[in-house]
Nanobody, 115 residues
Framework: QVQLVESGGGLVQAGGSLKLSCAAS????????LDWYRQAPGKQRELIAG???????NYADSVKGRFTVSRDNAENTMYLQMNSLKPEDTDVYYC?????????WGKGTLVTVSS
């Protein structure tokens, strides 16, 4: 069964850092482009970063220069290093393939940034 499991969220002060993980089953990880999304209650899910199987990355303007996406193909895991966090980064963070597959959405991991 294909699964994507996010972890690493928590409470951090503004200016702090967190590193999120997205563990994927091997069957999809090795060739997939993967994306990070975030969503606040009542708002649309926002695509914030992505990485291809070859390691090319892209970022939304809202996180560019502060967040870094990476992947470890041996561990079937994608990461999101988040630095200089702001209160407006408070959201539930999710990962998915590109294009996103409805069945792959997990529970996400909550990031709370206090001011």
């Amino acid at each position: 069964q294909v699964q994507l499991v996010e972890s690493g969220g928590g409470l951090v002060q503004a200016g702090g850092s967190l590193k999120l993980s997205c563990a994927a089953s091997r069957i999809i990880f090795s060739r997939a482009t993967l994306d990070w999304y975030r969503q606040a209650p009542g708002k649309q899910r926002e695509l914030i970063a992505g990485i291809t199987s070859g390691g090319s990355t892209n970022y939304a303007d809202s996180v560019k220069g502060r967040f870094t996406v990476s992947r470890d193909n041996a561990e079937n895991t994608m990461y999101l290093q988040m630095n200089s966090l702001k209160p407006e980064d408070t959201d539930v963070y999710y990962c998915n393939t590109r294009p996103a597959v409805q069945a792959y959405w997990g529970k996400g991991t909550l990031v709370t940034v206090s001011s």
